[in-house]
């Protein structure tokens, strides 16, 4: 059903990547021992925070398993590198992955909706979106080179949860990181 994973080590993946992030975004909640500023976010603030580690740490993995996987296939990166009923184990464990971090991320907006901004609905439309496509491209095993391109594409997010951490993170003189160092803010 799956490209060679069976229904049930096709759910047990993404329950896997589901509790291992939320793990992290418990874990997120002790940043106060090491980041000043952490302790003063309202509780809306450290889901974000939490939400942003996840992000983190996805936006790294995912662009290693790219590159690994093309270079298991000939350097092939980009989805038009491959043909539209190309499929792979591995891209749909990658896959997977991502459909559970996203249910993982989706709780917590869901939670504290409003408190993340009268426009938390646009997180909550871009993971219910994003969990469809995934979920659809491997069920049909059509398409999954543009799962290839999308996971490279999240590196992106590195850049962008650091600009929200240096927004954050207070430093001794009482400034915000991003206003301490302005120059490592905008080469971020």
């Known amino acids: 059903m799956y490209t060679g994973l069976d229904n049930n080590e096709?759910?047990?993946?993404?329950?896997?990547?589901?509790?291992?992030?939320?793990?992290?975004?418990?874990?997120?909640?002790?940043?106060?021992?090491?980041?000043?500023?952490?302790d003063a976010m309202s509780n809306a603030g450290k889901s974000m925070w939490g939400s942003s580690c996840c992000s983190s740490i996805l936006s790294l993995w995912m662009p290693y398993l790219v590159v690994k996987i093309g270079l298991a296939n000939g350097g092939k990166w980009l989805f038009f590198d491959y043909p539209y009923k190309w499929a792979d184990d591995e891209v749909t464990r990658m896959a997977c992955i991502m459909i559970g971090y996203f249910y993982a991320d989706l709780c917590d907006i869901l939670y504290y909706n409003k408190q993340w901004g009268k426009e938390y609905w646009v997180f909550a439309f871009h993971h219910i979106a994003a969990i469809w496509y995934f979920h659809q491209i491997i069920q049909h095993e059509l398409g999954q080179g543009s799962l290839l391109a999308v996971c490279l594409v999240e590196f992106s997010n590195f850049f962008n949860n650091n600009r929200y951490y240096m927004s954050k993170i207070i430093m001794s003189n009482g400034q915000t990181f991003a206003a301490y160092y302005p120059t490592i803010n905008l080469m971020n």
Do not use: A, E
Request: aromatic share 24%.
């Open 10 to 38: 096709f759910w047990k993946t993404i329950g896997i990547s589901f509790l291992c992030f939320r793990i992290v975004y418990l874990i997120s909640y002790q940043s106060g021992l090491v980041v000043r500023g952490y």
